[in-house]
């Protein structure tokens, strides 16, 4: 059972455009989420995150976006850069079960020049 | 701050052995580590989450002796593959967390390749 879930395995963005990463989620106990930045043969590194008690966070080029109602979470990057190509991954916690992260599946983005 | 390390970056063993994968926070003491495994082009499947001088608590599904986990310091943390088989073959991640357990900084992996 997939509880989070992103359905779109790649994007690709023309630099200076906005890219738009989706993530759902079923499980309505989580009450944190995050986004990763991975490239291959690397580690994910931390982009930003949103508490469930908030809809919006932002920093710098990147905000997320919360839709509880929907289970639905969104990363935009504006403007795109060609650096910021790779493969993003979302992952929810919830802190009554220890605040493990739980995956998606991961979106690749390619931003071209 | 808040670097994650893991040796080795990549291994090949033969069918049978076993392999020691060795994550540390090289700048922080962990109160939880984390082991994940990723299949190519699919999600971190989080494997089990070891507390130091604890037993790991191993996920659905994970071998817990095929998969042993020690965590024998706030900073080291080790996976050991043993009897290793061609399906074990995948890359394996550790993370780290401080505080709260949502907050984990991730090592770069590792690369396990069984022939």
């Known amino acids: 059972d997939q509880q989070v879930k992103q359905n779109s395995p790649s994007l690709s963005v023309q630099e200076g455009r906005i890219s738009i990463l989706n993530c759902d989620y079923t499980n309505s106990m989580f009450d944190y989420f995050l986004w990763y930045k991975k490239y291959p043969a690397e580690g994910p590194t931390f982009l930003i995150s949103?508490?469930?008690?908030?809809d919006k966070n932002e920093d710098g080029r990147f905000t997320v976006f919360l839709n509880k109602s929907a289970k639905h979470l969104s990363l935009h990057i504006v403007p795109s850069q060609p650096g910021d190509s790779a493969v993003y991954f979302c992952a929810a916690s919830s802190s009554n079960q220890g605040g493990k992260l739980i995956f998606g599946q991961g979106t690749e983005l390619s931003v071209k020049p | 701050g808040a670097v994650v390390s893991q040796h080795p970056s990549r291994v090949i063993c033969k069918s049978g052995t076993s392999v020691k994968i060795e994550c540390r926070s090289l700048d922080f003491q962990a109160t939880t580590m984390f082991w994940y495994r990723q299949f190519p082009k699919k999600s971190l499947m989080l494997m089990a989450t070891s507390n130091e001088g604890s037993k790991a608590t191993y996920e659905q599904g994970v071998e817990k002796d095929k998969f042993l986990i020690n965590h024998a310091s706030l900073t080291l943390s080790t996976l050991t593959v043993t009897s290793a088989h061609p399906e074990d073959s995948s890359f394996y991640i550790c993370?780290?967390?401080?505080?709260?357990?949502?907050?984990?900084?991730f090592g770069p992996g590792t690369r396990l390749t069984v022939t």
């Open positions: 949103i508490s469930s008690i908030k």
């Open positions: 993370s780290a967390s401080r505080g709260q357990a949502y907050e984990q900084y």
